[in-house]
């Protein structure tokens, strides 16, 4: 059984697999957005996170701990530099990936996974109907229930009430179509007086 078991195989070996997701993450840090296939965008949002949090560490030890996983220089140091500085007020969730639809040759689900803009404040929802000096209100007592036939009655009442007159069913344009009576000559009027 597989149980508490993290990480995807992707039907790959060990080394494959490995050296798939270092390139993959070199690309997405340099490049800033990457398609791929959805489980293997998954499984790349741990690895950048990754890469990204050893950034904002900073330090020598993490820089080294990058360059085992990011193969070329140039990308560390844009990851040290550029986008440490991007991500410092962020904790976590550097990444995003979006379905974007399935790859023709065999359906596979495809994903863009890119890096999020470096929002540096969270904007604060205002609550509607609270006041900041009002204290919270007590809990009101519930109303005493009515007879279970007054309920029915009122029911009743509510159904007829809601029902439509026939009219105002039929399309306005019905009623407006509708055939006049036969309009009397005008010659009959006259002797008719």
Do not use: C
């Not at 993450?25 to 340099?30: E, G, H, M, N, P």
């Not at 109907?129 to 509510?158: L, S």
């Amino acid at each position: 059984m597989r149980h508490s078991v993290s990480g995807r195989k992707l039907n790959r070996n060990t080394s494959h697999r490995l050296a798939m997701f270092r390139n993959m993450v070199t690309s997405l840090l340099q490049h800033e957005r990457v398609y791929t296939t959805d489980a293997k965008a998954k499984e790349i949002r741990r690895w950048a996170d990754w890469m990204i949090t050893l950034g904002k560490r900073g330090d020598l030890h993490a820089r080294r701990q990058a360059l085992q996983v990011v193969r070329d220089k140039k990308v560390v140091a844009k990851l040290f530099s550029d986008l440490a500085q991007r991500y410092q007020a962020r904790s976590g969730g550097y990444t995003r990936a979006v379905k974007v639809g399935f790859r023709p040759g065999d359906g596979a689900p495809i994903s863009i996974i890119e890096l999020v803009a470096g929002e540096t404040e969270k904007k604060k929802k205002k609550r509607k109907g609270k006041k900041e000096g009002a204290a919270t209100p007590a809990r009101k007592k519930a109303a005493p229930t009515k007879p279970a036939k007054e309920k029915k009655e009122k029911k009743g009442k509510k159904e007829k009430e809601a029902a439509p007159p026939v009219e105002a069913i039929q399309p306005e344009e019905s009623k407006t179509i509708a055939a006049p009576a036969e309009p009397t000559p005008p010659e009959d009027t006259e002797k008719s007086e």
